[in-house]
């Protein structure tokens, strides 16, 4: 009677323990699209802004930096009809909270490769290069990249835990019966998966 009551409250601890472990896991996850999210959103605060900076400059300059980043995006095989309205386009996407991570995610990629093309145009335009609001909203945005780039890891290593959890041996069996599910990874973006090509 006492061995079989012994065995029944270790089974109960072992099976709490389990449990309880998984839904840290989950609630980990959560946190962590929790931060991507705030990063994002943040990212997309600031692109509205460095938009007007540009749309602002001299107008015969505006059309031909236009035309230089166009240029670069064909290049690169990213062609934009217009690399602001897109920019913008991807900033509206990155902000909206009822979209999924995955979803805007994926808008920043594309926003940081026409950042990317504006950044490096820009360094011929002195003037552009120069404007306070410009070179803050660069720097700001840039920082904030590297925060993103910090969260989207951090994400991806919380869900690769959860994962395990939900996949593994013993707490497998619990996963399903109380309905954790496997989450997905953001994926790694084409950009990132290729080294760049250097040419002298």
Do not use: C, W
């Amino acid at each position: 009677m006492i061995i079989t009551l012994i065995v029944i409250v270790v089974l109960v601890v072992l099976i709490a323990g389990l449990y309880n472990g998984l839904v840290k896991a989950r609630n980990l996850t959560d946190e962590a699209e929790s931060q991507i999210g705030v990063q994002l959103k943040r990212r997309a605060d600031l692109i509205p802004n460095l938009v007007n900076t540009v749309k602002g400059y001299a107008k015969h300059e505006h059309d031909t930096l236009m035309d230089a980043i166009q240029a670069r995006g064909v290049a690169n095989g990213q062609a934009q009809a217009n690399p602001l309205d897109d920019l913008e386009k991807q900033a509206s996407v990155m902000g909206d909270e009822s979209q999924s991570i995955a979803t805007r995610a994926k808008a920043d990629a594309q926003a940081s490769s026409v950042l990317g093309h504006l950044f490096a145009v820009s360094e011929n335009y002195p003037n552009l290069k120069a404007a306070q609001n410009f070179s803050q909203l660069q720097e700001e945005l840039t920082s904030t990249e590297n925060r993103v780039a910090a969260s989207r890891t951090n994400y991806n290593r919380t869900i690769r835990d959860y994962n395990n959890k939900v996949e593994v041996f013993p707490t497998n069996i619990l996963a399903g019966m109380f309905h954790f599910t496997k989450k997905e990874q953001l994926p790694v973006e084409e950009a990132t998966k290729t080294a760049p090509e250097v040419k002298f």
